[in-house]
Structures are given as structure tokens and as C-alpha cells.
């Protein structure tokens, strides 16, 4: 059985940076998840998966004031299934998201316009809080100055940027055409 594309994340994160679940799942907070979400638990059940398919080794690191904890790294093979995944082509049927604003606009018609109008608002104000976010990712990268990783990762955050952006002026659309129709309402009314 093929493991799922969350045991190649988890794979790869660990390829960019060793380290223990907590540094995984920290690391994962400042990068992945703005475009592939995964949760703490979901993590540590690919460290286990990644250990046990012997894609990666765990070293236990004794700690003075806390627990010991556990620090993975890749191996030899865990390398190769990585790069043998991202050679792999992707699939877009299968990686498309969910997306309940764009739904329910195309329910439109259906539902309050006042309570659309709010949906839009919140759609709206979490792009704007990704873009910030994201564009600060960005500029980070950039200060710290250009290395191959650094690029990579630049241009990933650099997609979500302009998604954002997509998504920001795809709601002032929908949100004009929904001005549109109340003024039409008012004049036949």
C-alpha cells in the first residue's frame, strides 16, 4: 500500500530540518501549513509510519530539566522515497480542495444576500490575515538571503501570497455583484 502524501510531508520536513516531533510539528506551523495542513497528531503518527518503514531513524536525546525526547532523521532510503515521490506527477483530480464560500456563492441566489455578505467578510479577512502572514514569510526569507532551500521555499510561500491575493479580489467581485442586485431589488420594489 502507497502511504499517503502526509508521510512525505512529514518526510521531507524532516529532510529540510532534523529534529524532534515538537521541532517537526513547530517547523510545520512556520511552513506547510499554510498550504497543506497538518495536525500534531497526524504527525506524530507519520514518525512512527516513517520509523517503522525504516525511512527514518530515531535517536532518544536525554534532557536534564525535561522528559527525554526523540530526534529523527532521514536515512538513505527515506531520502529516496522522498525524491522518488516528488518525481512522481501530480495528480490535480485528486488534490482538489474544498471550497464552502466559493459553494455557497454558487448557491447564491438561495440565500440571504446579507448573510453572504458576511460569509465574504470572514472569506476576505482570512485572506488578508494569509497574505500578511505569508508576506512576512516571504520577507524573512529574503533577509536571511538566498540559498537553494530559501528559494523553495520562497516560491511556495510566494503562492500562497498571490492565492490570497486571488482570493481578496475574487470577494470584492462577489461582493459588487451583490451590490449590484440589492440596487436592483430597490429599483423594482
Not at 502511504?3 to 517537526?24: I, R
Not at 441566489?109 to 455578505?117: E, F, H, T, V
Not at 472569506?123 to 528559494?151: F, M, Q
Amino acid at each position: 500500500m502507497t502511504p499517503p502524501s502526509s508521510t512525505y510531508v512529514v518526510l521531507g520536513l524532516l529532510a529540510k530540518q532534523p529534529g524532534s516531533g515538537y521541532d517537526t510539528a513547530a517547523f510545520a506551523d512556520r511552513s506547510v501549513r499554510h498550504f497543506w495542513p497538518i495536525s500534531r497528531t497526524q504527525l506524530y503518527s507519520e514518525l512512527t509510519r516513517l520509523e517503522g518503514l525504516g525511512w527514518v531513524t530515531g535517536t532518544t536525546v536525554q534532557q536534564d530539566r525535561y522528559p527525554d525526547k526523540r530526534v529523527y532523521e532521514p536515512t538513505t532510503a527515506g531520502l529516496a522515497a522522498l525524491r522518488a515521490w516528488l518525481d512522481e506527477p501530480v495528480a490535480r483530480a485528486r488534490q482538489r480542495t474544498q471550497d464552502t464560500v466559493a459553494l455557497k456563492t454558487f448557491f447564491g441566489a438561495y440565500m440571504d444576500p446579507g448573510r453572504l455578505a458576511d460569509q465574504l467578510r470572514q472569506c476576505r479577512a482570512e485572506a488578508e490575515k494569509l497574505h500578511a502572514e505569508l508576506t512576512g514569510v516571504v520577507e524573512h526569507l529574503d533577509a536571511k538571503g538566498p540559498t537553494r532551500s530559501r528559494a523553495f521555499g520562497r516560491a511556495a510561500a510566494r503562492y500562497g501570497v498571490l492565492k490570497a491575493e486571488a482570493t481578496i479580489a475574487w470577494t470584492d467581485e462577489v461582493r459588487e455583484l451583490l451590490a449590484v442586485e440589492e440596487d436592483q431589488e430597490a429599483e423594482a420594489g
